[in-house]
Each structure stands twice: as C-alpha cells, then as structure tokens.
C-alpha cells in the first residue's frame, strides 16, 4: 500500500474485456469474502539516545532490512533552495566516514550488501539490505552513509553536473513536463508542490557543499528519525549492533515541522497547452489539489479510484486503450502527502486523437459522479483487499509498509483493518467521495503535445478555455 492510490496499470493481469466490447459493470459475479490479513507483531525499542526502534521478526530467510527514516524530504526545502533534501539524500552514499566514493563502493560489494538512499516529499531513507551474517560489517558502513557523509566538493560538483544534465533532458520529455505543468499551475509558483521534488536548473546550479552540510546537521538527527528492522533477528540480537551503530549520534536543535501553506484550489475547468513541436503523443493530465494522507476517506478513496482509474480493468484504462485505442494506459492517482497532494488522471495518447481522448476523459470523470453497480464496487474492493498482502512479501516491503506508519503517524493496527475496512465501503460511500473530490467543471486540463497539430483542433472542440503556457513558465 503506498500514499498514492494509483496500481501500475499492466501489474495485474486479469481478464478485460475486448477492444470491441464495453465493459458490462454489472453482471460479472464479485468473488466470495476475503480474510483479514494478519502480520507478525511490531516490537517497538528506544536507543540511549532517543532513537526510536521498530522491529519486525521475519525467520524464514537469513537476511535484513534496516531502514533509517529521516523526517526531511522536499517539502522541508528552504525557499530559493529547492531540490535540496533530494540533492543532500543523493550524496549520502558519495563518500563517507574515512572512505571516499569508490572506496565505500568497493565495501558495499565485497560484503555482497545493498545500501541505497532516496527523498520524497515528506522524508528522506538511507536503507540496507544485508545477510545476517554480514550483519556486524554492513551496519558501520551504513551508520557511515546516515551519518558522516563526506559532502566532499568535488563530489558535489560531479553530482550537480549530474542533476543538471538530467533537467536538460527532462525538458525534452513530455510526460516530464506535463507533470512539471500540473504542479505549478494547480498549486501556484509560490507553493512548493508548484516545483518538482528535485529543484531546478537554478536552484541545482547554486547549490554548495556548505549549504547541503548545514541541511543534514539540521534535520539528520534521532529526535527527527525512526529506524525500521525487518527480517531474521530479534531485539535481543539486534539492539546491542544498534546501539553501538547509532547510540553515539547526538541531537542538536529540534528542527521545525515544515509548515506549507494551504494553497487555493483550482476553482474552473481551464485548458493548458505546452508545445512539443513534433511529437507523437499529446500527454494529458487532468485534475486538481487532493487530499493529505490522514484524511479520514483514505479507504472509499482507494475503492472509488480503484473503479476510474486504479487498475489494469478500471474505466479510463478500459475505454482510452481497451475500447478506442488512444492510449497504451490511462489512468488516475491520489498522491498523498503530509498535507494536500494533487488528484489527476493521465495518459499518453496518439496526437491525432487528443480532443477524442480528452472527451472520454471527461465522460468517465463525469460517470464515476454516479451510482457505482454493486458488481463492479465489490469487485474493486475485492481486488484491493486480495491484492494487499503483496506488500507484506519481503524484509523491503515490509519495511516499506512501517516507513508510511512513521512517516504519516499512521495506526500500527491499519495492516490488520485495511481488509475490512475496504470491504465495508458501500455504492452510497463511493458516490459521496466522488461527487466531493471529482468536479471536472473545475479540473485543471494540461496537455502537453504539438500544437501545430492540436491547438486548432482543441479550441474548435469547445471544452473549455484554453491558454499557451510556455515550457520555461512550469520549468523555471
């Protein structure tokens, strides 16, 4: 289960309907009721020095997940220095303690171990999966990596080289674009959600080695983390490796929550367009501000998304690539944050095709508005509830599972209610969640593509009003 709501189009295989057929939403018989999943317990220890610990026995296989969470990603970046919790995350592993890059490299695969790192909007990891008998060698390289990372210069240059090049070649990417695009025109060029997680070319080009240092002194605290074990200890094993690891890293100030301010929502239909002079696909993203993570309709959500356009057989899938074939997929997300994240739906579809594309768009956005048949809402939630203890596989996964408990201060005892709370969800429920969070009369419609070939045509079509957006207003 993650924040955003939105299942892999392709990752279920499950029978659909033809390219010919409309999908009957009715008849279709729901399997038979589904068991609550049930999960090993949560046993919850503290470091010397403050330093929450969560561990999760899983003796099946010899190895180990630990995962440090650290509660700073993008949305903590300081104004004017976007994309800095990522650029501070991504040199953590660059060098490290008394090794530089390729020397803490050359460790990480002599022990035959994977230490990775990453950012999100709301928190940043430093992982490591590890053998267990490995164990005692891998957890000093990764309290090098959480801890004492070098931040060297020249490092920091090769990786700003690195990002910047990246941006470049993000710009000639449409669907990259589209998704700079909603950002910044749902949430405003104020709000930080209006800019990628990653900065931009400015904000990266001006990034120094000083001011990632002062970020990690800052944030990279225990007060301000959680670690997470999963796998083939116990505490009794594992907590004295912890405490020699970690027992030594000391708080300093306690950093502030970030505050981002409530931005304004979209409040009429508006079409954007963004020229990609020659390109095959119009991207298309419609939608407008969400819902944070603790909202209180987190379970109909997930069900009435499932049926628009949450998997393989929702409804945008089946009429955009399914019956007209527009598209390879189509379909729709609530990205979940601390606070409110976009909802849209989207899809590449083929230039020729782009008002016809966004019409169905629009009439699945409006149809979802309705009763839900019976079949097709128990067949969602049968498909959410057999699907979830797929999260619960491995020592990552599950590790992954307890990262959004902490990050969001989520109820340790959601694993074992998410069946029976899908289930309970009704037509009426579904319906109320819909009408409340899916008004397309007020949806941002972005559409990057050729506009050579799609402006005329989109204007003519009469969905409403359109404005040119150029590229460097949603990438700056």
């Known amino acids: 289960m993650k924040a955003a709501l939105v299942i892999g189009i392709g990752l279920a295989l499950v029978a659909s309907v033809t390219a010919q057929q409309a999908p009957d939403r009715s008849k279709a018989p729901a399997p038979g009721p589904v068991p609550a999943l049930k999960l090993p317990p949560i046993q919850k220890r503290t470091l010397a020095n403050g330093l929450p610990v969560w561990i999760v026995t899983m003796p099946k296989v ?14 903590t970046d300081p104004a004017g220095k976007y994309g800095l919790a990522s650029f501070t995350s991504a040199m953590l592993d660059e060098g490290a303690g008394t090794r530089d890059a390729l020397a803490l490299a050359d460790a990480i695969e002599f022990l035959g171990i ?28 990764l309290g090098d990596v959480a801890l004492h990372p070098s931040f060297s210069e020249s490092e920091v240059e090769r990786l ?25 025109l749902v949430y405003g060029p104020r709000h930080r959600y209006g800019a990628m997680a990653m900065g931009n070319s400015v904000s990266n080009g001006e990034m120094t080695a000083q001011e990632i240092r002062a970020f990690h002194a800052q944030y990279y605290q225990p007060q301000n983390s959680h670690l997470l074990v999963v796998g083939d200890v116990t505490p009794d094993t594992i907590l004295p490796k912890l405490e020699k690891t970690f027992g030594g890293w000391k708080n300093g100030t306690k950093p502030a929550a970030p505050a981002l301010p409530a931005a304004p929502q979209h ?3 508006q079409i954007y367009l963004i020229d990609r002079p020659g390109a095959q696909q119009s991207q298309i993203r419609i939608g407008w501000i969400g819902v944070p993570r603790s909202t209180p309709d987190f379970y109909v959500l997930e069900v009435m998304n499932t049926v628009l356009g949450g998997s393989f057989t929702s409804r945008l899938n089946q009429n955009l690539r399914e019956r007209n074939g527009y598209s390879y997929g189509a379909g729709s997300m609530f990205d979940m944050r601390s606070t409110a994240g976009p909802f849209y739906a989207s899809s590449g579809v083929q230039t020729d095709k782009t008002v016809e594309s966004l019409r169905e768009f629009f009439n699945e956005l409006t149809a979802i508005r309705q009763p839900i048949p019976a079949g097709e809402l128990d067949r969602a939630k049968n498909y959410l509830a057999l699907g979830f203890p797929a999260g619960f596989e491995t020592t990552g996964s599950v590790a992954a599972q307890l990262g ?12 074992n209610e998410y069946v029976g709370r899908i289930q ?3 037509v009426a429920d579904a319906q109320r969640a819909a009408n409340q969070y899916i008004q397309p009369d007020k ?9 050579s070939k799609i402006e005329a045509p989109i204007r003519a079509a009469n969905l409403g009003p359109v404005r040119v957006v150029p590229v460097d207003d949603v990438l700056k």
């Open 62 to 75: 010899p190895v180990v997940q630990v995962n440090l969470i650290v509660r700073a990603g993008a949305a």
């Open 114 to 141: 994977n230490i990775s790192t990453g950012s999100s909007w709301d928190a940043s990891t430093v992982g490591l999966f590890s053998p267990v008998s490995k164990l005692d060698d891998a957890l000093p390289l």
């Open 160 to 184: 700003r080289k690195e990002r910047l090049t990246s941006l470049m070649q993000q710009r000639d990417n449409a669907g990259v674009v589209a998704n700079a695009a909603f950002g910044r």
């Open 267 to 269: 409040a009429a239909k």
């Open 404 to 415: 959004e408990l902490v990050i969001y201060g989520l109820n340790e005892s959601l694993f």
């Open 424 to 426: 309970a969800i009704t």
């Open 443 to 451: 949806f941002a419609v972005i559409v990057v593509g050729d506009l």
